[in-house]
Nanobody, 126 residues
Framework: QVQLVESGGDLVQPGGSLRLSCEASGFSLAYYAIGWFRQAPGKEREGVSCIFKDGTTYYADSVKGRFTISRDNAKNTVYLQMNSLKPDDTAVYYC????????????????????WGQGTQVSVSS
């Protein structure tokens, strides 16, 4: 059974850090592009970051320099290290897997992804 499971969400103060994990089962992440998305209440789901099979990474402008995506194929897991968190980062964070993106810049499009996790809540507040 194909499954993605996110973990690591929590309540943190502004300026704090969190590391989210996205663990896959039923398939190998190594052959997929993995994207992180987030959705805040009343807002559309937005792309945060993506890592491709060849290690190429992309970030939304709002998180560049603060978030880092990485993958550990041996653990079948992708991580999102989030530093200098801001209240605007508050959202449910989802990971998603796509076997083939015809154009890498399409990574921001949720409809392109094949599998999704259930999400993990990140709240940034003092």
């Amino acid at each position: 059974q194909v499954q993605l499971v996110e973990s690591g969400g929590d309540l943190v103060q502004p300026g704090g850090s969190l590391r989210l994990s996205c663990e896959a089962s039923g398939f190998s992440l190594a052959y997929y592009a993995i994207g992180w998305f987030r959705q805040a209440p009343g807002k559309e789901r937005e792309g945060v970051s993506c890592i491709f099979k060849d290690g190429t990474t992309y970030y939304a402008d709002s998180v560049k320099g603060r978030f880092t995506i990485s993958r550990d194929n041996a653990k079948n897991t992708v991580y999102l290290q989030m530093n200098s968190l801001k209240p605007d980062d508050t959202a449910v964070y989802y990971c998603a897997a796509d076997h083939f993106l015809p154009v890498q810049m399409m990574w921001v499009m949720p409809g392109e992804y094949d599998y999704w996790g259930q999400g993990t809540q990140v709240s940034v507040s003092s």
